[in-house]
């Protein structure tokens, strides 16, 4: 089956950091883009970042640059999200999501991890 | 960054009606390969976003025909054919053109 899973979220104060994982399984992960995607209590979609196949192009939305790094593991089927200088308007449900089709970056996720909480707050 | 508007935010529909969710976007989303990069997903109450159009009109295999994309440069729409209650959710765009991918506002089909 294929399948993605975060893990890793939590409460933290402003200021701290949190590095979220994403674990794939039942596809050939080093093939695909993949991306994080965060949803906001109550709120829509945002698109966060997302990482080549094999890690030599990375792209952030501007809020996150500078204190979020997305990093991949290959070897281990495995999808990071290292964020720094955490502030409360982080706080949402950060989602994992896998390209639909190999080498292709036309951000549409196929599959999507069933999201993990972040939370931001004194 | 590329501004997607939806239209409408809300959507009350009657079951077996047609649906349709305008969207357009601040550039367009043509991109010199030919391609255009504009997807189309919907998100179901307690659920993780689902991909329903890819490209612009391509359709995710599994996903009812009743379901379709069409639009070029600027101007997207999705339409349901006949909706039934298990349509009901926030339907979002997004492109994909050019980084950071953008996503609508999201637009909330209800059953009337």
């Known amino acids: 089956e294929v399948q993605l899973v975060e893990s890793g979220g939590g409460l933290v104060q402003p200021g701290g950091s949190l590095r979220l994982s994403c674990a794939a399984s039942g596809f050939s992960f080093s093939s695909y883009w993949m991306s994080w995607v965060r949803q906001a209590p109550g709120k829509g979609l945002e698109w966060v970042a997302n990482?080549?196949?094999?890690?030599?192009?990375?792209n952030y939305v501007d809020s996150a640059k500078g204190r979020f790094t997305i990093s991949r593991d290959n070897a281990k089927n495995s999808l990071y999200l290292q964020m720094n200088s955490l502030r409360v308007e982080d706080t949402a449900v950060y989602y994992c999501?896998?390209?639909?089709?190999?080498?292709?970056?036309?951000?549409?996720?196929?599959?999507w991890g069933q999201g993990t909480m972040v939370t931001v707050s004194s | 960054d590329v501004v997607m508007t939806q239209s409408p935010l809300s959507l009350p529909v009657t079951p077996g009606e047609p649906a349709s969710i305008s969207c357009r976007s601040s550039?367009?989303?043509?991109?010199?390969?030919?391609?255009?990069?504009l997807n189309w997903y919907l998100q179901k109450s307690g659920q993780s976003p689902q991909l329903l159009i890819y490209l612009g009109s391509d359709r995710v295999s599994g996903v009812p025909d009743k379901f379709s994309g069409s639009g070029s440069g600027t101007d997207f729409t999705l339409k349901i054919s006949r909706v039934e209650a298990e349509d009901v959710g926030v339907y979002y765009c997004?492109?994909?053109?050019?980084?950071?991918?953008?996503f609508g506002q999201g637009t909330k089909l209800e059953i009337k």
């Open positions: 997004m492109q994909a053109v050019q980084t950071p991918h953008t």
């Open positions: 550039q367009s989303l043509l991109h010199s390969n030919g391609y255009t990069y």
């Open positions: 999501g896998k390209d639909l089709a190999p080498d292709s970056n036309w951000g549409a996720l196929d599959i």
């Open positions: 990482i080549k196949q094999d890690g030599s192009t990375k």
